[in-house]
Structure formats: structure tokens, C-alpha cells
């Protein structure tokens, strides 16, 4: 249906009245955006996100014609993978592997963290880093743990019940100590307090790996409890504590344990907030005369020679 539209031409389309229509231009122009993000959020409205589309033919040719004419950047429409400040239009076929995606399944039900954080481009790093060190002489160990989600993961992956292996989780189950913060942390606002999220999950943990007699819980906050982790070889060593102490203390406590080829995951190594940690660890990679590989996921990567 179409009307005539008054003095100034415009014509409505459709049943919805001029009135509506004006008020809710008003209503774009004059509510300010942050006050718009707070009624969603308390009204629990989501914002409207396009869906994503395949571009038509038209499309992709006009697109192919820009690429030929700018010489040096090519123009992608559609990302393959958009998330945990990662984008890419490259060929992410890992995502609809099967045994990826019941793994990640998995592991996202830990509730590790924020599920709207999408990590599958972390797990596909640490899945892949587990497979190799699944070939390797030696056990599992990961520092920093919290509700097991990267670990359920791994353990589902490789069905390391069948390996001859054992997994030990390394963490408070409580949240950080903050007798291990440095001031220089502390300045930046890091506290018990600022990762409450972190709270009380030991028991939860113990009951989700009751089932892997060779996964071992380990309790307590590190550097105090590695003496009690002392096995002759690793091949796999996960690191994510979020404060600098307790990771180098890990780092040093397990490098001449790994084994030639192990790996080592630094999960925190190239986030903006966590600056204290990379220094340390490219000071602790050099003087053992090896190197960081820094990932756009943000994780770094140390093979032992």
C-alpha cells in the first residue's frame, strides 16, 4: 500500500503510520547510545545484527574488478571466523571437524568462562598442541585451570583415559592469591576482588574428571604446590594464572622436565593486559636461548629444543 505523504512529498510504505515512524527517527537521533545500550540490557533486547549473506554475482564481480585495479589489497566481503578479537577469511575447515566440535562442546560446558567469547580458534591451538605431545614421551600438565574447560577438552580429544599418561591440573580452584600479585599488577587493577569470577570450583572439577583415574587434581597455589608436581618427563605444559609469579615460577619449576619437541602454551602471552607477562617470558625464552611464537589469538607458543 502506498499513501501520499503530506506536505513535504515522502510517501509510507506499507500499513505502518506516520506518527511511528516519526517518533522513532526521534528517538535515534535524540536517545544517546549509551542510554539505548542500558534499556537493552535491562529490558534484555538484544541489538539487531545483520545476518551475514553470500554475495551475489554482481557482487563478487565488482569485487574482483576493485582487487585488479588497487594492485595490493584485496577486499573480502564475508570472514570465515569472526571472534575472541581474531578475524579471518581463510579456510577454517578444523571448525567442522566432528571431533573438534564434540570436544569444544565439552569443554564450553565447564562454563570456563564467558560463552559469548567465541575461544575455538584457542582450542584449535591447544587440541593441536596436545595431539603432537600425545606422541611425545612424558605426562600433561596445566597451570591454571579454573573449571577445566581447555582440559575436558583434551581429555575428550585424545581419549587420554587410554593413554598412558597422566594429566595434572595445577590451580587454586578459588580464584588468585594475592600474596603473588606485583604492585605493577596491582597498579593496573588486578586483585582477588577484580577476578571474583574465579570463585570456589574444586569440587565441581573433581566430580566432571572423576571418570580419568590418570587426570590428577592438584590443589593449591603455585609456586607452593610444585613440589608436589615432579614427573620425570613432559611433553605438554599449559600456562594460565593471569599474574606473572605463579607462571615463570610453572615455567621454570617444568622446563628441564619437557621433553625435545614438547610445547609450552602461554594463554596470556600477547593480551594487552597481561604486557607483564610477555616481558617475562620473552626474558625467560633468551636466556635459555629460544623464542615466543606469538599467535593472533594472543597465546604464545615455546617448543623445547
Known amino acids: 500500500m ?14 505502518r503510520s506516520w506518527p511511528v515512524t516519526i517518533a522513532r527517527r526521534l528517538a535515534r537521533r535524540l536517545i544517546p547510545g549509551r542510554t539505548k545500550r542500558w534499556i537493552r540490557k535491562e529490558l534484555s533486547i538484544a541489538p539487531r545484527v545483520p545476518a551475514p549473506r553470500v554475495p551475489t554475482p554482481r557482487e563478487l564481480e565488482i569485487k574482483a574488478v576493485v582487487n585488479h585495479l588497487s594492485g595490493k589489497v584485496p577486499i573480502n566481503t564475508i570472514p570465515s571466523f569472526a571472534g575472541d578479537d581474531l578475524v579471518s577469511w581463510h579456510n577454517p575447515e578444523f571448525l567442522a571437524d566432528p571431533a573438534f566440535i564434540h570436544a569444544v562442546e565439552l569443554g564450553n560446558d565447564r562454563n570456563s568462562w564467558d560463552l559469548r567469547r567465541d575461544v575455538r580458534w584457542r582450542y584449535h591451538v591447544i587440541l593441536w598442541a596436545a595431539w603432537r605431545a600425545a606422541r611425545l614421551e ?24 587410554r593413554l598412558d599418561k597422566t594429566f595434572y591440573l595445577m590451580d587454586t580452584f578459588s580464584g588468585l592469591v594475592e600474596q603473588y600479585i606485583t604492585p605493577e599488577e596491582r597498579a593496573k587493577g588486578v586483585s582477588r576482588e577484580s577476578y571474583a569470577k574465579y570463585g570456589e570450583c574444586f569440587d565441581d572439577v573433581q566430580e566432571a574428571f572423576r571418570p580419568f583415574p590418570n587426570v590428577v587434581l592438584v590443589r593449591g597455589p603455585i609456586p607452593d604446590t610444585l613440589p608436589q608436581v615432579t614427573p620425570a618427563k613432559v611433553s605438554y605444559l599449559s600456562i594460565d594464572m593471569n599474574v606473572v609469579i605463579p607462571e615463570i615460577a610453572a615455567a621454570e619449576h617444568f622446563w628441564d622436565r619437557l621433553v625435545s619437541g614438547a610445547v609450552m602454551i602461554l594463554d596470556d602471552y600477547g593480551h594487552l593486559t597481561y604486557v607483564a607477562q610477555k616481558r617475562a617470558f620473552d626474558a625467560f625464552a633468551a636466556k635459555r636461548e629460544v623464542q615466543v611464537l606469538m599467535l593472533p589469538t594472543g597465546q604464545g607458543l615455546i617448543f623445547k629444543p
Open 2 to 15: 502506498v499513501a501520499g505523504g503530506g506536505r513535504s512529498g515522502r510517501t509510507i510504505v506499507g500499513n
Open 138 to 161: 612424558g605426562d600433561f600438565v596445566e597451570c591454571g585451570v579454573n573449571r577445566g574447560g581447555f582440559s575436558r577438552a583434551v581429555v575428550d580429544y585424545l581419549d587420554f583415559g
